[in-house]
C-alpha cells in the first residue's frame, strides 16, 4: 500500500470500509457531472507528472462545488508536487512507491511566500 500523508503527517490507513464511498476522478472528468451526495472522500488521479488537470479539478470541487470532505492526490505523487497540491485543496496524498514520506514532509515548507491566491485563503475571507 502507497504511503499516505494527511494533515501534514505520515498516516497508516487500513483498506476502506465497504461503507465508505469513495469517488475517483480521473483527468478529463467534469466534477460537475458527479453526485458527491454520501461520499466519504474523492480521489483526483494523476496519472504522470505533467498532467496538472486535477489541479483545476480539485480547486473547483473546494470552492464551486463546495466539497468540504476529504480530497485526497492519488497516483504520480511526489514530494515536489505537495506544496501546489494542498494550495489547490488537497489535504491528503497518496506518494508513489519509493517516496521517503519524512522528506516529502518537508515540500510544505518549501516556500514561505505565495503570489497566487490558494484554496485556504478563499475561504478566510
Not at 454520501?38 to 507528472?49: A, D, L, Y
Request: proline residues 5%; aromatic residues 12%; glycine residues 10%.
Amino acid at each position: 500500500m502507497a504511503t499516505l500523508i494527511k494533515g501534514r503527517r505520515v498516516v497508516n490507513e487500513s483498506s476502506p470500509s465497504p461503507k465508505d464511498k469513495v469517488v475517483r476522478l480521473e483527468p478529463a472528468d467534469d466534477p460537475g457531472a458527479v453526485s458527491l451526495e454520501g461520499v466519504t472522500r474523492v480521489e483526483i488521479n494523476f496519472p504522470k507528472f505533467g498532467d496538472g488537470r486535477g489541479y483545476s479539478i480539485a480547486r473547483l470541487l473546494r470552492t464551486r462545488y463546495g466539497w468540504r470532505g476529504e480530497l485526497r492526490a492519488v497516483g504520480h505523487i511526489t514530494r515536489d508536487l505537495l506544496f501546489f497540491l494542498e494550495h489547490c485543496g488537497f489535504d491528503a496524498f497518496e506518494l508513489r512507491e519509493g517516496e521517503n514520506p519524512y522528506e516529502a514532509l518537508a515540500a510544505f515548507e518549501d516556500f514561505s511566500y505565495v503570489y497566487q491566491r490558494g484554496y485556504r485563503a478563499s475561504i478566510a475571507r
